[in-house]
T-cell receptor
């Protein structure tokens, strides 16, 4: 596609359930980022993938959060045993790797944990 | 540690000029970005500075002083559609982009 896509656009789940959020980056973009944005807040860095290098997981808030990037393209963010404080918009962004480049953001997944 | 500070809220009048400041302390510096984010939408790119000085792009300009850890975004001829959050972000070491909390700008007639 022309831009970054994310699915689902909205997810409502019960506390304690696991959720998977998907990101399809722009074709050819080697770098992929996940951010979390709570209502009225800035973007909180979660994890960064660059090519085949080991991901930078320094922003993941707990071991309930994990992410994969298969084949250097699609990424999945998994939250296990969701808690109410996990409710937020989860944004994915991709960029051409190497030299610093503009990030292109997807529309986000709004997660609500009841 | 990493710290990016910007004002929480600003208001301005249609047609006026507004300057949104950003100060930063990060480990590594590979450039500073400004993004615009309308309510309920994803951020969109506005500007990128890596060298000291002013970058102008239409009604928007961005300034950087690396020695002072300081940037500003200047918006001229404000329009109602400029009401949005403006996010300052620093690209640190290993191309890790860290965002400030954002400045909510309200433009009124």
């Amino acid at each position: 596609g022309a831009g970054v896509s994310q699915s689902p656009s909205n997810k409502v789940t019960e506390k304690g359930k696991d959720v998977e959020l998907r990101c399809d980056p722009i074709s050819g973009h080697t770098a992929l980022y996940w951010y979390r944005q709570s209502l009225g807040q800035g973007l909180e860095f979660l994890i960064y993938f660059q090519g085949n290098s080991a991901p930078d997981k320094s922003g993941l808030p707990s071991d309930r959060f994990s992410a994969e990037r298969t084949g250097g393209s699609v990424s999945t963010l998994t939250i296990q045993r969701t808690q109410q404080e996990d409710s937020a918009v989860y944004l994915c962004a991709s960029t051409l790797g190497g030299a610093v480049n503009e990030q292109f953001f997807g529309p986000g997944t709004r997660l609500t944990v009841l | 540690g990493q710290n990016i500070d910007q004002p929480t809220e600003m208001t301005a009048t249609e047609g006026a000029i507004v300057q949104i400041n950003c100060t930063y302390q990060t480990s590594g510096f590979n450039g500073l970005f400004w993004y615009q984010q309308h309510a309920g939408e994803a951020p969109t790119f506005l500007s990128y500075n890596v060298l000291d000085g002013l970058e102008e792009k239409g009604r928007f300009s961005s300034f950087l002083s690396r020695s002072k850890g300081y940037s500003y975004l200047l918006l001229k001829e404000l329009q109602m559609k400029d009401s949005a959050s403006y996010l300052c972000a620093v690209m640190g070491g290993y191309n890790k982009l860290i965002f400030g909390a954002g400045t909510r700008l309200a433009v009124h007639p």
